[in-house]
């Protein structure tokens, strides 16, 4: 008797909760103020990953499959006649890995699980809204894009 139960409550222990209501990928939305700008996503190595024309959805991978390794993304967004526009898209934890793991004493999610997965992660602003400055006339102009 004792063994079923411990089987029945040993998986509990060997998962995160992050990891079992998270997951690899997240939907990001990007728009822009005028509409139809391109943007081009790129990851910490410079990959692109995702481009476009806005307004657009992409779905970006948070980790890496590393420990405690996420992905790291940077958004640029151009159009000529407008100053370029770059910002990173950045995480933070997600509440099932902050809040989800406690019942457990949180060792099995936060330290051994759940930084290999990625589902501890979210993105702070899964809808990012760009608005677009307009070059000014000027001898200065060559500047802009």
Same mark, same amino acid.
């Given at each position: 008797?004792? $063994? ?7 998986? %509990?222990? @060997? ?6 209501? +998270? ?12 509409? !139809? ?8 190595? =410079? !990959?692109?990953?995702?481009? =476009?024309?806005?307004? $657009?959805?992409?779905? #970006?991978?948070?980790?890496? +499959?590393?420990? %405690? +390794?996420?992905?790291?993304?940077? #958004?640029?967004? /151009? $159009?000529? *006649?407008?100053?370029?526009?770059? /910002? ?11 809040? &989800? !793991? @406690?019942? #457990? @004493? &949180?060792?099995? *999610? ?7 997965? =990625? *589902? ?6 899964? $809808? ?8 000014q006339p000027g001898p200065f ?5």
């Open positions: 008797m004792k $063994r079923i139960i411990l089987a029945l409550i040993l998986p %509990f222990f @060997l998962s995160g909760c992050a990891s079992l209501l +998270g997951s690899e990928e997240e939907a990001v939305y990007i728009d822009s103020s005028p509409t !139809n700008i391109a943007f081009v996503v790129a990851d910490s190595a =410079g !990959n692109i990953v995702a481009k =476009g024309l806005t307004p $657009r959805s992409v779905i #970006l991978k948070k980790a890496d +499959g590393s420990y %405690f +390794g996420k992905q790291a993304y940077t #958004l640029t967004v /151009m $159009r000529e *006649g407008y100053y370029s526009t770059i /910002m990173p898209l950045e995480y933070r934890y997600s509440y099932w890995y902050t809040f &989800g !793991n @406690l019942p #457990l @004493l &949180g060792v099995p *999610g936060w330290f051994i699980v759940d930084p290999y997965f =990625g *589902g501890m992660y979210t993105f702070k602003t899964p $809808r990012v809204k760009v608005v677009m400055r307009p070059c102009r060559y500047m802009c894009t």
